[in-house]
């Protein structure tokens, strides 16, 4: 069942740490959708550089969301590294006794492909609650959001990409991803199965050889031979004739859709994409209709 007003969800900080300013203003503007926001009180932790507390606080805050019997969702406060450090302490007797979707991207990505490839749970790629893309979050994708999460499908997204190489209409499970956490979920050997799959990449801060090398590790890896499309999200970092030649050239040497121009990015036009969920991409009009919610039953992964 879809969210309602009310309903409790639980923000989490499984990765990089933030301050509390951000927070608070991405709280103000989900009790304006009518939610009830909760969070632990060491939620702003910092250990080392980069993490937002501990491996222990981490994991033991998402655990705390998953067994909370009120809450229905997760919604990451923000990425940064530090989702893959605990993933195995999460249990599948935890995912499964009391699924939920859990919320985020960037480096979110990697509990959604863990998560999924062990118990079929699904997610969604979108902005989080501490990050900017929430609090200044534009009025048609704050709808589109809205809608995924309030809303029973299907749900149509004309001209999803911009530009498309290829045609037909692809149908499969849907995966937004970061393109650097696909890579490396795949040397983790933590990749379900993506035959048909329509991945949706975004990244930032990667160099156009980067990019290349990584759509050639996933070439190599026989993924790409696997998935039926490949929509390019932003590429922040990397200039536009750059990337319109990698999309060219893995067009031209791979017989699936290939496009660019989907919105996932790290800026301000972030569309939330559910994960999981069974969708089709016509390469005809470039758009993505959703057959399934976030909030199904675990898919058979």
Known sequence: ?????????????????????????????????????????????????????????????????????????????????????????????????????????????????????????????????????????????????RSLLFDDGPWRKENFARVVHGGGVVEGPLFPTNLTMLTMMLAAGRLPDLTGAILVVEDVNEPAYRIDRMLTVLRLAGVVDRVGAILFGELMGVDDESVARLVRELATRDDIVVAEGAPLTHGDFNEAVPFGVRASFDAGDGALTIHESIFDPPAAS
């Open 1 to 145: 069942m879809p969210l309602k007003p009310g309903d409790r969800v639980r923000i989490v900080a499984p990765a990089g740490h933030f301050g509390g300013q951000g927070l608070l203003l991405g709280v103000e503007k989900l009790h304006s959708w009518g939610l009830a926001p909760v969070w632990r009180e060491d939620i702003l932790s910092v250990d080392s550089m980069y993490l937002a507390g501990t491996d222990d606080r981490r994991a033991a805050e998402l655990i705390e969301a998953f067994e909370d019997p009120e809450c229905r969702a997760i919604l990451c406060a923000r990425g940064g590294y530090g989702a893959m450090r605990i993933l195995d302490r999460i249990s599948d007797e935890i995912l499964r006794a009391d699924p939920k979707p859990v919320i985020g991207f960037s480096d979110i990505s990697a509990m959604h492909w863990d998560f999924f490839r062990r118990v079929g749970l699904r997610g969604m790629s979108a902005p989080m609650a501490a990050g900017s893309q929430l609090r200044d979050i534009h009025p048609e994708p704050e709808a589109w959001y």
